[in-house]
Structure formats: structure tokens, C-alpha cells
């Protein structure tokens, strides 16, 4: 995975092929049921919010592989995570990283807060009908 963001850092990877998106923290968080097991670990992109004075959730994603854990980029500053989203190169920076272990879902409980249809969301996400519109972008509200 690395190799790939590298690739795309150099500029060897189509432009549009890669998707970049900044947030103010990224959160790996390991959630643990009542009786301590593993159920799921997800990366969580949190953006602050000044009018609630709070992070919320834009976005989130399952880790899937050891290859998506956030990394310190020494070069730009901030941290860094990439993976293969489809058919492009998802890339999301962040100036903080925090690594977590919950018995509650942090992204689920943040759901009070700022409904799901209401986060920003990562690049390409934006535009995406919601799950069953079927109509062509140009003819959506």
C-alpha cells in the first residue's frame, strides 16, 4: 500500500485516479464487545466543527489490512492513510492521529450528533446519489 501512495505522490498515477481528502484527525479505532472480543476495527475521519465546538464524523471505513494504518508523514507533516477504494487510490491526511480500543462505536454514537446524510464525506462521495436515486446526476434537486 505504501508503494502506492509513493506512486501517487511522485505523480506517476493519473490525476484522476487518485482521490485526496484532508481532515482535522484520524482515529483507528478497535471496538471490543462487552466480554472484551475483537468485533471490528474502522478508521475514522473527524472534522472539527467551531459553531458545537467538537470533532464530528465525516466519514469512516473498516481496516481491513495493516496496509490502510495511518503513517507520520515526515515530509509534509500530519499523518496519512491510502488504500484502494474501487477503481482509484484513496489518500485522507490529517494533522492528528489517535489509536483507540472501545467497548462503544465512537462513529455510531457521533450519528446523534450529525446524521449520516448530513457528513461531508470523503472526494467522489459528494456526488453520489443517495442509496436507490437512480437519476442522472444533472436531473438530481
Do not use: C
Not at 474502522?42 to 464524523?57: G, K, L, M, S, T
Not at 515526515?74 to 488504500?83: C, M, N, P
Not at 462513529?107 to 436507490?132: I, K, S, T, W, Y
Amino acid at each position: 500500500m505504501f508503494a502506492w501512495a509513493a506512486v501517487a505522490a511522485i505523480g506517476l498515477l493519473p490525476l484522476d485516479l487518485v482521490s485526496t481528502d484532508a481532515a482535522d484527525v484520524i482515529e483507528l479505532n478497535h471496538f471490543y464487545d462487552g466480554d472484551g472480543r475483537p468485533v471490528f476495527d474502522q478508521v475514522i475521519f473527524w472534522q472539527w466543527h467551531a459553531d458545537e465546538d467538537a470533532y464530528r464524523v465525516r466519514a469512516w471505513r473498516l481496516w481491513k489490512t495493516p496496509a490502510q494504518t495511518p503513517w507520520r508523514d515526515w515530509v509534509r507533516g500530519g499523518y496519512a492513510t491510502a488504500w484502494i477504494d474501487g477503481d482509484r487510490l484513496r489518500v485522507v491526511r490529517a494533522t492528528s492521529f489517535r489509536e483507540t480500543w472501545t467497548q462503544h462505536d465512537p462513529e455510531l454514537e457521533d450519528r446523534e450528533f450529525l446524521p449520516v446524510h448530513e457528513r461531508r464525506g470523503l472526494a467522489a462521495e459528494r456526488n453520489m446519489p443517495p442509496p436507490g436515486d437512480s437519476r442522472p446526476v444533472h436531473s438530481r434537486p
